[in-house]
Nanobody
Framework: QVEVVESGGGLVQPGGSLRLSCSVS????????MTWYRQAPGKEREFVAA????????NYADDVEGRFTISRDNVMNTAFLQMDSLKPEDTAIYYC????????WGQGTQVTVSS
């Protein structure tokens, strides 16, 4: 049984930082690329960042490039999203997805950026 579990969300002031974690079990983690998405209230889910199975290739959405950093630990079977210089418009539920032939999604973690 595959499990994808996000954690690390919360309330932070503008300009602050958060580090999200995505713990994966039930599959061979090193075979899967990992992607972070987010969904703000009233909006469609959107791509945030992705990392290849080896960690050598990373991609970012334009509006998070330079502020967010995706990484992974293939020993801990965990992906991370370091979010710095947070803005109110980053407020959303953040989802992690393990991607190969099938996609496995987590339940999401709420990030709220507000003063």
């Amino acid at each position: 049984q595959v499990e994808v579990v996000e954690s690390g969300g919360g309330l932070v002031q503008p300009g602050g930082s958060l580090r999200l974690s995505c713990s994966v079990s039930g599959l061979t983690f090193t075979n899967y690329g990992m992607t972070w998405y987010r969904q703000a209230p009233g909006k469609e889910r959107e791509f945030v960042a992705a990392i290849s199975s080896s960690g050598s290739i990373k991609n970012y959405a334009d509006d998070v490039e330079g502020r967010f950093t995706i990484s992974r630990d293939n020993v801990m079977n965990t992906a991370f999203l370091q979010m710095d210089s947070l803005k109110p418009e980053d407020t959303a539920i953040y989802y992690c997805c393990a991607k190969r032939f099938l996609d496995y999604w987590g339940q999401g973690t709420q990030v709220t950026v507000s003063s």
